[in-house]
């Protein structure tokens, strides 16, 4: 009877010491999921990809700016409707200025057209680093001399949303062009002399609280106001090669060229 006792004590202390074990494991996993949120800009797009790993581990916030709901919904996300203006750039900046105050440790932001090859492996690529660094990471093209002097030629007339659903929906190509052009002129407006050397395209960005924190809300205002006017702006093709350059200065920042 006594050793019956005392197997019974083990088991119970056995028992004991897992579900504490699991509990401080789920509340450490939860803290550090904590630590990365998804920013998702969604205009046609079913947002099936949202079931996959890493992208199901984190809370989602996602801006509607499309005219349905007919897109796969999480528990837990947030919802918020948007104008349809200034494609996911704008969603990036927006983002920021409403949660200037509230901004997660580390901010990933996807287009709902991350279902697309090259951009879900971007995306996946990009959050592992995050998940492994646990550090603000860049992911993009490398340029020697620097992308305002590089790409200073840059200028788009026409393009179409790259993604088949949301062309059906909206198969606009004009855009509507910059005031400042080409993109040279216009990066010396915003940034003056800053020096960048990366760039990423596809609308894969993930930040940093702190490089965000580098600079006030209303420096981030006065971007946006670039983006607020139209649904298919030349500037926001602009936006998505200064990326570097807005959240400078990068110190902090692993870059790494997707290509090598």
Known sequence: MKYLFVILLLSLTIILVCLISSVETRESMESQN??????????????????????NKYPIICYNKGPNEEFYKPNGMKIVTVENVGRCDHTYIYHIVNNYDNLSKHIMFLPGSCNMPNKMNKARRWLSEIER??????????TQEGIQSELKDF???????????????????KLKLSSIRPFGKWFQKFFKDVKAKYYTLGGILGVGKEN????PKSYYEDLLQELNDHSNPEVGHYFERSWAAIFHPTDKVTFINELG
Not at 133 to 142: E, R, S, Y
Not at 155 to 166: P, T
């Open 155 to 173: 200028q788009l007339d026409d393009w179409a949303a790259s993604d088949e659903k949301n062309r059906v929906l909206n198969p606009e190509s």
């Open 34 to 55: 904590a630590d990365i949120e998804i920013v998702v800009s969604r205009y046609n797009e079913n947002l099936e990809w949202l079931k996959e790993e890493p992208f």
């Open 133 to 142: 660094t646990d550090q603000p990471v860049f992911i993009g093209l490398q």
């Open 212 to 215: 965000v924190m580098q600079h």
